[in-house]
């Protein structure tokens, strides 16, 4: 914002600067506070963590099944007509066998599922990232016009001064008076509520940075946004796009659960072995050892991985389908934004370089003239009423101009 040149004739005295006590925060050293203590983001961290862990039982055996009873064994008040028909006592073990292969593919799909976790907390880091840049830019914003409403207010106290003065000798109406008095009222409201909004935006960085919303800190202006535009001709954007990797991820991860449950149509196997303890003195220990395999291919076990298969295979068509719509969604905002960010640049200029300096002149040379009591106090007002309002015009295409980069900034994960 450019300085108003009339109150370089109007100042007496240059204002005292406060020393800066509070810690000075920039957007980067914000970003870095969030990926580290915010809880949300550790959360999907934790659980990353856990899907390893899940990955490596995967690869575990199951447990043996051991069983006692007994064997044989006659019903209590039956006639044994040979000592050897008391039965036996019977120790029973059961295991089954891995396949490695299936153990494999589960193993590398768990593992897939931590990489989407990962990718859920870059795409979550991203859009706390997008609100820290709103509430930055917003605080810079609000700052910008306390500045301008204090030297505002400053000039209409001056008036005031003047009015006054000129009231002594007849010079000025004591209503003129009382309408400076209600315009520096209501410019005090007005710094109140973006003292206010201040707070609020304080609060919000705080929470991101998991931290008590009443720790006071200033904001860096070296944080402006900068507009820089993704070349989409190059495929290396597509890369920083957490959202399409998280859908190639989730297409890889949809192919590991395919190969996975195409291992159900193989047989597993068990292996079982008995012991038999006679109770009888005639009959020697028995053993039996027993293999077992299953049959999946019959048609009421098959008809389920089948109709699971044709499931899957679909909705990975579908996901293919909804990354190639994401990736021409993003290159056509793309251009959408920057045209629009362009022709925003491009209006704000205008306003600043052109019709702000030309209303400060017309109200410059009103002031001269007030001062040399040939204009009245009106029309010193309405020529700084149209300099306020294009300045607040200016802030409020300013604060869009940030907020549609931070959005452009979030489209592409930067």
């Known amino acids: 914002m450019q300085n108003i040149k009339f109150l370089v004739l109007l100042c007496f005295c240059p204002l005292a600067l406060n020393a800066q ?36 039982a995967a690869t575990a055996w199951m447990a043996p099944m ?52 990962k990718l859920d907390a870059d795409i979550l880091y991203n859009e706390y990232r997008y609100q820290a840049r709103l509430a930055v830019f917003s605080w810079l914003n609000t700052q910008d016009h306390l500045k301008v409403l204090a030297q505002n207010k400053q000039l209409l106290k001056l008036m005031k001064s003047v009015e006054e003065a000129r009231l002594t000798y007849n010079q000025s109406k004591p209503g003129m008076i009382y309408q400076l008095d209600g315009k520096i009222a209501e410019m005090d409201n007005q710094e109140r509520a973006l003292l206010a909004e201040q707070t609020m935006f304080k609060a919000k ?73 006679p109770l009888g003195s005639g009959m020697p220990k028995a053993f039996s050892l027993m293999g077992m395999v299953s049959i999946p291919i019959v048609p009421w076990a ?54 702000l300096p030309a209303l400060e002149k017309s109200m410059e040379l009103n002031l001269l003239n007030y001062r040399e009591n040939k204009l009245d106090l009106l029309a010193v007002l309405a020529a700084w ?30």
């Open 21 to 56: 006590t509070k810690p000075i925060l920039r957007l980067d050293s914000i970003f870095n506070r969030i990926a580290k203590a915010n809880p949300m983001l550790q959360s999907y961290q934790k659980q990353a963590e856990s899907y390893q862990y899940a990955a490596d």
């Open 66 to 117: 051991f069983g006692f009873g007994t064997y044989m064994l006659p019903y209590p008040g039956q006639m044994l007509m040979n000592p050897n028909d008391k039965g036996s006592l019977m120790f029973q073990l059961e295991q089954e066998l891995p396949r490695f292969g299936k153990q494999k593919k589960e193993k590398q799909y768990i593992q897939s599922k931590s990489e989407l976790s």
């Open 205 to 277: 960085i705080n929470t991101l940075m998991n931290r008590s919303s009443e720790t006071d800190f200033e904001l860096s202006v070296k944080d402006l946004p900068q507009f820089t535009a993704v070349n989409t001709a190059n495929k290396g954007w597509v890369l920083a796009r957490k959202d399409i990797q998280k859908m190639e991820q989730d297409i890889q991860s949809m192919r590991l659960n395919l190969a996975v449950l195409a291992d159900e149509k193989k047989p597993s196997f068990r292996i079982r072995y008995d012991h038999m303890s």
């Open 302 to 355: 098959a008809k389920m991985y089948k109709a699971e298969g044709k499931a899957m295979r679909l909705e990975l068509e579908a996901k293919q389908l909804e990354k190639d719509a994401l990736l021409l969604e993003g290159k056509n905002n793309a251009m959408a934004m920057k045209v629009d960010i362009e022709a925003m640049q491009k209006q704000i200029n205008t306003m600043e370089q052109s019709v």
């Open 385 to 414: 009423e149209a300099v306020v309002m294009m300045q607040n015009n200016l802030l409020a295409e300013q604060l869009k101009l940030y907020n549609k980069i931070a959005e452009y900034d979030k489209e592409w994960y930067r």
